[in-house]
């Protein structure tokens, strides 16, 4: 497992590629990576999770869980049922 803080800071989309597909393809490694605005959704990986923390009205923060398979993504919310009830009850 390899970690990565703002790893691509600086470098521009074609290096950005070319470093994902370094560490997704050539070397098959498992990594996490910490960005402001990288998201990595790229044909050079394979598959990959990103989770992004978000504030929602009258609620605590909560995760949304966006899965990338190579050519498709999809969107979870994690957690969205619990937040809903918390801000109902908090609401009467």
Do not use: N
Not at 12 to 20: I, P, T
Not at 29 to 44: A, Y
């Amino acid at each position: 497992l390899v970690a990565l803080d703002e790893a691509f800071a600086g470098i521009d989309r074609s290096g950005q590629q070319q470093l994902l597909e370094v560490l997704d393809d050539k070397f098959d490694l498992d990594f996490v990576l910490t960005s402001e605005k990288l998201w990595c959704f790229e044909p050079q990986v394979h598959r990959l999770g990103v989770y992004q923390l978000r504030r929602f009205e009258g609620a605590p923060v909560a995760a949304v869980h966006w899965r990338w398979w190579g050519d498709q993504r999809r969107k979870e919310m994690v957690g969205l049922h619990a937040i809903t009830e918390d801000s109902e009850s908090h609401a009467a």
